[in-house]
């Protein structure tokens, strides 16, 4: 038994999906609607990993999307701004050249996102050339292949090794890709296995698979960080991305983490949300009038 397996034992982890989907219908029935205020609303504007990962992305198109993050400051001075700017590798850089507004994070899907499908010596590189360019986060993506292959060790050394190329000082999220994990009991493992092997943040997908976050993956997940917070003392972030499309759903991610982890949590540095879409609707409904700014 690895150490990996071995901590997988500390963990109840034969989950029955059919609890996890009463417990959500549960928490949205009864605590989504407290949560539906202006108050949290400006809470999630500022807790937005605004995105851009196209492949017609450009030097000039991600300069134009970061200048809209420096604008934003100025044209809404009493709102919070995004949390962070998210973009491939490449275009680190430009965004560390761009950006004005003190407190956005650059965050650089790394790794080979999204299938995380290349030698863990390109992995590597590509991450640490990311930190060098200017990368203050980093998200990869776990070996899903090798997860469902019950590798296990394989996966925790190639999470490792990819988190020793980001440094202290560079928080990693692990994308499990909770839409190819298909159960609850999977979601649980591959929680427990990537917050051992180095993440300091969970992520539920890459938004590039059909089935993106779920309430129910988020609520597995947040179970996860809360026991394994109690067993090591170690706070872990969370971000659910993909499929965010309206103001309710971010509500209900709120609520699932207020419910399940508590007030903690409920910063921008230990939740984030991945989605650009969700910037302008979310703006539009904090002002009270349709607004297309980003």
Known sequence: MTKYEEALTKYNCEINDAEVQAAVKDIIANKVLENDTPEVKRFLMGSIELTTLSCTDSDASVMAFTERVNEFENAYPDLPHVAT??????????????????????????????????????????????????????????PVGKFLSEDYQSVCEDIAELKAACGENVAMKVILETGCLKTASNIKKASILSMYAGADYIKTSTGKEKIAATPEAAYVMCQAIKEYYDETGIQIGFKPAGGINTVMDAVTYYTIVKEVLGEEWLTNKWFRMGTSRLANILLSDILGEETKFF
């Open 85 to 142: 700017i998210c973009v491939y590798p490449c275009f680190a850089e430009v965004v560390k050249d761009t950006l004005e507004v003190e407190g956005v994070e650059i965050a650089c899907v790394s790794g080979s996102f999204p299938s995380s499908q290349a030698l863990i010596e390109v992995k590597v590189a590509e991450t640490a050339l990311a930190v060098k360019d200017g990368a203050t986060e980093i998200d990869i993506v776990m």
